[in-house]
């Protein structure tokens, strides 16, 4: 993104998981770690209690309860919360993260995050980063009982949280949310392609794309107080 784009721009909207957060705790948790816990819990073998989870993960790719903590806990008979707990010492921001929400603090921009995660998850992911208190509004979809994918939600957080669509930023790895997002009118859109070191870049499909977040790192601004 252009720097001189940022004179435009009042508002932004941010992705967490695989946009600010390393993917790799979410993808080991999912692929790994429950499968491992259901098959102990059900006295399944590896590859069965493997096939049962990812299954039923994919059955559910692009609705709410794809990220419902709650839901994935009735359907596998297991505390999914509690069990994420055990490998949180994987949770951790993508580098310098706390650089670029220090900067928009500093250019007093407006920064909202919107994530599709459960509260739990996203209490679980505040408590391991340093994140918080760089957001003005911190938003989860299941607060609106629809996901990202759905283009109802983006009315739904500008009528609690006033922002301008034709001055508004969306970084996401969620490329459906990118293209729910425009539909709605938010005029800046940005997908981050690095989600993790440890998995291959997502393929931005058309739109603006960044690695690191020292390619699109705001400048000094003329409203921005100097020290």
């Known amino acids: 993104m252009h720097p001189d784009r940022w004179q435009e721009i009042d508002t932004i909207l941010l992705d967490m998981d ?27 073998s590896l590859a069965d209690a493997q096939h049962t989870v990812r299954t039923a993960i994919t059955e559910q790719t692009g609705t709410l309860n794809w ?27 993508h580098p310098d993260v706390l650089v670029f929400l220090d900067a928009l603090k500093k250019n007093h921009k407006q920064v909202i995050m919107v ?32 996901p990202k994918e759905d283009p109802s939600l983006w009315s739904k957080i500008q009528q609690d949280f006033p922002f301008d669509p034709e001055r508004t930023l969306l970084i996401d790895d969620n490329i459906r949310a990118l293209q729910t997002a425009e539909t709605f ?23 603006d794309f960044f690695e690191f977040y020292t390619e699109i790192m705001p400048p000094l601004l003329d409203n921005q107080v100097k020290t």
Not at 21 to 34: A, K, P, S
Not at 81 to 93: E, G, P, Q
């Open 115 to 146: 994530t599709n995660a459960h509260r739990d998850a996203l209490a679980l992911k505040l408590e391991m980063t340093q994140i918080a208190p760089y957001f003005d509004h911190m938003i989860s979809a299941h607060d609106y009982r629809c």
């Open 185 to 207: 009118g938010i005029k800046y859109l940005l997908a981050a392609i690095h989600v993790s070191p440890h998995l291959d870049k997502i393929d931005p499909q058309g739109y």
């Open 18 to 44: 695989g946009t600010l957060l390393d993917l790799h705790f979410d993808w080991t948790f999912w692929m790994d770690y429950l499968p491992k816990a259901y098959a102990e819990h059900h006295q399944l």
């Open 67 to 93: 990220y419902c903590l709650d839901y994935w806990s009735e359907r596998f008979e297991l505390s999914v919360a509690d069990l994420k707990h055990d490998i949180k010492h994987l949770i951790r921001a």
